[in-house]
């Protein structure tokens, strides 16, 4: 069956429909990486993306559960130039089908270049992707809200029985993130970003991390003062959108990009050590340089193509923040140091307050 993407500029593209979904609407975006579209599409920070693949063969090693990032395929559309089907290792099951069991479809056999090409050109915009289906008269906004200032009824759950005990504040976190902190020996509570401060404080985390999330940070505005506030008295690490609402938390501004960073090789500097490094990135919005003014925070790391705050610090509390996803996956390993930095941090911290 033949299937269209439509861009809000007008410009569609026709390829082969697979699975059973209707039409859909999101916002185009475009992913790098030659690898990892395991765990791009089931990355909750692609929530309603329609995510187009650069690297012209999608599907070719199929999909294993061990490498997905959370429990379904997140991106509303998967868009790709020529779609492997098989045959695959054992135990593993093809793209296809896992999208076609998650009701999400993909499209193949498009020109994959182009699509990127109106993408760079007129920024990330709102598409339309059905078989054959007429164009909507009224085209949805693009969704960049997912969260609700409600409290949620959401149960704190707990894993690992480490020595340290981390608070991972779930803006839909990546499994990976959560994996490398288990791996480090720790005994993580998984906490409702809506939590009470008085709840929080009664677990007795020695710190917390900021999950990667989707959308716009500006949608958890009303949680600002409260993250301060914790981020003030616990050692705390923020990844992607973690790193904005921290960031915005201590006062500064976030923008949209026009098209994103999402891919496995964008080069960071290190502002403090100059050393220039490899990074995997998934995100839409950054911190506004000229904002962090109004902040305690300085800048960590900058991007190496377009200048983009990567990282910040706080120069007295024990706060770091990335724009990148350190848990590389998919993507380089080299930032996995930075959870050793953290867990550091705290043990420190712990030596300190021990010993006072
Ligand atoms: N990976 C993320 O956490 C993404 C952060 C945010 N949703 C953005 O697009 O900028």
Not at 22 to 35: A, H, L, P, R
Not at 125 to 142: C, G, R, T
Not at 322 to 350: C, M, N, R, Y
Request: aromatic share 8%; glycine share 8%.
């Amino acid at each position: 069956m033949t299937g269209v993407l439509t861009l809000s500029n007008g410009q569609s593209f026709k390829g082969e429909w697979h699975g059973d979904a209707k039409e859909i609407q999101g916002e185009v975006v475009f992913y790098t990486g030659m690898t990892g579209y395991e765990e791009v599409v089931t990355d909750p920070s692609y929530k309603s993306q329609i995510i187009v693949f650069s690297y012209p063969l999608i599907g070719q090693y199929g999909v294993q559960t061990k490498h997905i990032q959370s429990k379904k395929i997140q991106a509303a559309g998967i868009i790709v130039a020529e779609l492997y089907e098989g045959p695959i290792e054992k135990g593993a099951m093809t793209l296809a089908s896992f999208a076609e069991g998650a009701g999400v479809p993909i499209l193949s056999g498009v020109d994959t270049r182009s699509i990127i090409q109106n993408v760079r050109e007129a920024g990330t915009m709102q598409s339309h992707l059905s078989p054959d289906e007429p164009l909507p008269d009224v085209w949805k906004p693009i969704q960049t809200q997912f969260f609700t200032a409600e409290q949620q009824d959401q149960e704190i759950t707990q894993l690992g029985d480490g020595q340290l005990h981390i608070g991972l504040v779930d803006f839909h976190y990546k499994s990976s993130i959560l994996e490398e902190l288990l791996k480090r020996n720790c005994k993580v509570s998984i906490l409702p970003y809506t939590i009470p401060t008085g709840k929080l404080d009664a677990l007795q985390v020695d710190g917390l991390l900021f999950s990667n999330g989707p959308g716009d940070p500006a949608a958890l505005k009303a949680f600002f003062s409260v993250y301060r506030d914790w981020a003030e008295r616990y050692p705390s690490f923020g990844i992607c959108l973690g790193h904005q609402v921290l960031a915005s938390a201590f006062g500064a501004n976030t923008a949209k990009l026009p098209y994103g960073h999402r891919g496995a090789n964008h080069p960071v500097t290190n502002i403090k050590t100059g050393r220039v490094s490899m990074s995997s990135q998934n995100h839409s919005y950054v911190v506004d340089e000229s904002s962090l003014e109004q902040t305690p925070l300085s800048v960590l790391y900058t991007n190496v193509n377009d200048g983009s705050v990567e990282g910040l610090y706080h120069p007295s509390l024990p706060v770091t923040t990335v724009q990148f996803h350190p848990e590389a996956a998919p993507g380089p390993a080299e930032h996995l140091e930075l959870f050793d930095q953290f867990i550091s941090t705290i043990q420190q911290k712990k030596k300190v307050k021990i010993h006072a």
